[in-house]
C-alpha cells in the first residue's frame, strides 16, 4: 500500500481501481490465500470485499466451512480495510469474532470497514456471509484493531 509521505502529510489520492490492483497483488502473495482459492473482490479506501469459494477443502467434519477459514476471511478483509485507511503496510495487532450461524452454501463474502482510523492503527467491523441458493446469510460478526508496521530503516 502506498506510504503517507514524509512529515505525516496526507497520502496521495489513489483510485478504488489502483488499490484493488494493488490488493490483488498482495493477496496472491498469500500461499493460504491461494490454497483456498480466494479473491478479492473490491477495495477502496477504509472498505474492502474478500470472497471465498466453498468447498469440500474448507470444510470441517459437519459439513460447515470450518471456523478458521471464516476467521481467515474476515481478518484478510478487516487488514485491507484498515491498510487501505492508514496507506502504511500493516498487521492485525487485536481480532475478536462472533458466529451467529453455520456457513452452508456456495461461497462466503467477508465486507470490511474502517470505522476508525488514527494515526497509527484502525479499528475495523466485517460483516461475514455465506452465499446460499442466491441469498446472503449473516453467519459472523469481527472487529479488529488494525496496526502501522514500524518503517523500515533506510
Known amino acids: 500500500m502506498p506510504r503517507r509521505e514524509e512529515g505525516g502529510a496526507p497520502p496521495v489520492a489513489v483510485s ?8 490483488r497483488e498482495v493477496l496472491a502473495q498469500q500461499p493460504f490465500s491461494v490454497l483456498i482459492g480466494a479473491e478479492l473482490a473490491a477495495l477502496s479506501s477504509g472498505a474492502c470485499e474478500l470472497h471465498v469459494p466453498v468447498t469440500d477443502h474448507v470444510k470441517q467434519q459437519h459439513g460447515f466451512v470450518h471456523g478458521g ?6 481478518d484478510n478483509a478487516l487488514t485491507y480495510a484498515g491498510g487501505t485507511a492508514l496507506r502504511v503496510p500493516v498487521v492485525t495487532s487485536e481480532f475478536k469474532i462472533n458466529y451467529v450461524r453455520p456457513a452452508i452454501g456456495e461461497r462466503l463474502i467477508a465486507r470490511a ?3 476508525h ?5 484502525a479499528v475495523c467491523r466485517c460483516d461475514v456471509f455465506v452465499v446460499d441458493g442466491g441469498a446472503e446469510k449473516l ?7 488494525i496496526t502501522a508496521l514500524p ?4
Open 151 to 154: 518503517a523500515k530503516a533506510p
Open 117 to 121: 482510523v488514527g494515526r497509527t492503527q
Open 113 to 115: 470497514r474502517a470505522e
Open 16 to 23: 478504488p481501481q489502483a488499490f484493488l490492483r494493488m490488493g
Open 139 to 145: 453467519c459472523a460478526v469481527a472487529q479488529g484493531t
Open 69 to 74: 477459514v471464516v476467521c481467515y476471511a474476515a
